[in-house]
């Protein structure tokens, strides 16, 4: 089956302009995460979702990050008023539920944000 | 919270020899899951391993094994018979199984070039 897609797979903004990132995680995955990926470190946690609910946001850098999951599947990333230290990769993962298959998370190709 | 720390940045092989990754990470939790994901230039994250903390067997796949020292909270990762296509960027993460939003947390990562 499909694996875990994200669009864009690049985004220029502007420094100020609001962006939003596209996850679609694999069927019937319950759990959806997102990282953010600096250039040159390891992937970062931003928040965790089981189906459409928002369970942790505690990595969310500031409250100009928003994000939600509203059916339970597709989820969508929005950064409003970027700035540059948002430049980064944008990752998304998802596994079926906390704990299957030994915790593994399965990834997407990301977005790289580049703020002007 | 737990933190993973990987101590070299980049490391080469010569194709056919084996190389190993090391990695440290510090937890005051009993169970939790490690792992090994590699990132290839095309940027999605793919696992290469996972070591349950319980286990006290090292997990194997193919050329790939794992030195886990859970005294010593080092889980280091060889790579046999190495091969072009194991060129990429190698990132050790833990998960804790306990309650929470099961998020992985990353260490720096290793940069292999393999040498023809």
């Known amino acids: 089956g499909a694996g875990v897609s994200q669009s864009p797979r690049y985004k220029v903004a502007k420094r100020g302009q609001d962006v939003a990132l596209r996850c679609d995680p694999i069927s019937g995955h319950v759990s959806l995460f997102w990282y953010q990926q600096a250039l040159g470190q390891g992937p970062e946690f931003l928040t965790y979702?089981?189906?459409?609910?928002?369970?942790?946001k505690s990595g969310l850098p500031s409250d100009r990050f928003f994000a939600e999951r509203p059916e339970g599947s597709v989820s969508t990333l929005k950064i409003q008023r970027t700035q540059q230290e948002d430049s980064a990769v944008y990752l998304c993962a998802s596994s079926f539920y906390q704990g299957a298959n030994g915790y593994e998370q399965y990834f997407g190709p990301g977005t790289r944000l580049t703020v002007t | 919270a737990q933190t993973v720390t990987q101590s070299q940045p980049e490391m080469s092989v010569q194709e056919a020899e084996t190389v190993t990754l090391s990695c440290t990470y510090d937890t005051s939790e009993s169970d939790y899951y490690l792992f090994w994901y590699k990132q290839p230039p095309s940027r999605q994250m793919i696992l290469v391993i996972r070591?349950?903390?319980?286990?006290?067997q090292n997990a194997t796949e193919n050329r790939f094994s794992v030195n886990f020292q859970k005294a010593a909270k080092s889980f280091s990762l060889k790579i046999s018979d190495s091969q072009l296509g194991d060129a990429a960027m190698y990132f050790c993460?833990?998960?804790?199984?306990?309650?929470?939003?099961?998020?992985?947390?990353f260490g720096k990562g290793t940069k292999l070039s393999v040498i023809p």
């Open positions: 070591q349950e903390a319980y286990k006290q």
């Open positions: 993460a833990c998960v804790l199984s306990g309650a929470g939003s099961y998020q992985l947390t």
């Open positions: 979702f089981q189906n459409e609910a928002q369970l942790d």
